[in-house]
């Protein structure tokens, strides 16, 4: 029967929290999240009217 070991294990403390992000802000439009190139598929920045009037929020994090 196949033995697995784990010798090697560290514990590192969580940073301080989230850093702010404003999705609404055009210097850091993602948040400063960066896209894989090559991983076949595409981030698109936009803005679409729900298909009921009024529904959804007005706005990105942390406008909403």
Do not use: R, Y
Not at 8 to 31: K, L, M, N, V, Y
Not at 43 to 52: D, R, S
């Amino acid at each position: 029967e196949p033995a697995v070991a784990v010798d090697a294990i560290s514990i590192a403390p969580c940073g301080e929290g989230f850093p702010q992000c404003d999705f609404e802000d055009s210097a850091h439009p993602f948040c400063d999240w960066v896209q894989t190139s090559g991983d076949g598929g595409h981030w698109a920045l936009g803005h679409k009217n729900g298909p009921v009037h009024g529904m959804g929020p007005a706005g990105g994090f942390p406008n909403a």
